[in-house]
Nanobody
Framework: QVPLVESGGGLVQPGGSLTLSCAAS????????MGWFRQTPGKDREFVAG????????VYADSVKGRFTISRDNAKNTVYLQMNSLKPEDTAIYYC???????????????????WGPGTQVTVSS
């Protein structure tokens, strides 16, 4: 079991920045690749970014590439999502998740993740 909890969400103006954090409990944190997903009303849960166990590799959805950066600090059992140049369409509940899959092509599907946080709301509006 790897309990996860997100923080850092809130209201930000278009063009602004936010950094989300995902804190994990358990000493096996570094065994899992981590991902960020988001969901808006009327839409399916959408992959945002993923990062390998060590943090050496990362992948991004095309919609956020160049604007968002995923990182992790295994010593702190924490994963981050730095979000820059935010747009209204980035408004969503953001979830972090842990997966035992190690290859990047497995990270895009929500069904491949074992553990999920409760989510944090990000609203981009002027």
């Amino acid at each position: 079991q790897v309990p996860l909890v997100e923080s850092g969400g809130g209201l930000v103006q278009p063009g602004g920045s936010l950094t989300l954090s995902c804190a994990a409990s358990g000493r096996s944190f570094s065994i899992y690749a981590m991902g960020w997903f988001r969901q808006t009303p009327g839409k399916d849960r959408e992959f945002v970014a993923g990062i390998s166990r060590s943090g050496s590799s990362s992948v991004y959805a095309d919609s956020v590439k160049g604007r968002f950066t995923i990182s992790r600090d295994n010593a702190k059992n924490t994963v981050y999502l730095q979000m820059n140049s935010l747009k209204p369409e980035d408004t969503a509940i953001y979830y972090c998740a842990a997966t035992s899959y190690t290859n990047t092509w497995n990270w895009y599907a929500a069904g491949n993740y074992d553990y999920w946080g409760p989510g944090t709301q990000v609203t981009v509006s002027s």
